[in-house]
């Protein structure tokens, strides 16, 4: 009886891997960033705060970005949103230095949906190239 070996997968575009980090260390920076702006930065109360929490739905998805799946880069596309809109919010009505941590939030938010849909999206065109290849080469 003989065992097949797996076909070796071909690595991933470099399109891919940068999205991919990218996304997990904007992820991480938001978790850290939130942490330290509720907790010592400028929380609301002195002694820090329990809005610190918000920080606890961001590290839900860091599994499933470090283990690449497709789906956890769709739905944390959409969720990081909220985020977005509170850095919004908290940069044009908090006074310093909570403004500039909000604005840092903000830019975070945003590398990070943009990792997500590059990732996304390149991932996408890639099987769909695979799929048409495919029955060509069949042929």
């Not at 919010?89 to 949906?113: H, T």
Request: aromatic letters at 10%.
């Amino acid at each position: 009886m003989i065992i097949a070996s797996p076909a070796p997968c071909a690595p991933p575009p470099p399109a891919v891997q940068l999205s991919r980090w990218l996304a997990v260390g904007s992820l991480t920076s938001l978790i850290v960033l939130g942490l330290a702006w509720e907790l010592w930065l400028s929380p609301l109360r002195p002694g820090g705060s329990w809005l610190a929490l918000k920080v606890l739905p961001l590290c839900i998805p860091v599994a499933g970005l470090l283990k690449n799946k497709m789906y956890t880069y769709r739905w944390v596309s959409l969720v990081v949103w909220l985020y977005f809109i509170e850095g919004v919010v908290r940069a044009w009505g908090d006074r310093a230095p909570g403004n500039y941590l909000a604005l840092a939030e903000v830019v975070l938010c945003l590398c990070l949906f943009a990792a997500c849909l590059l990732h996304v999206r390149t991932r996408q065109s890639r099987a769909a190239a695979t799929e048409t290849a495919t029955p060509d080469a069949a042929s």
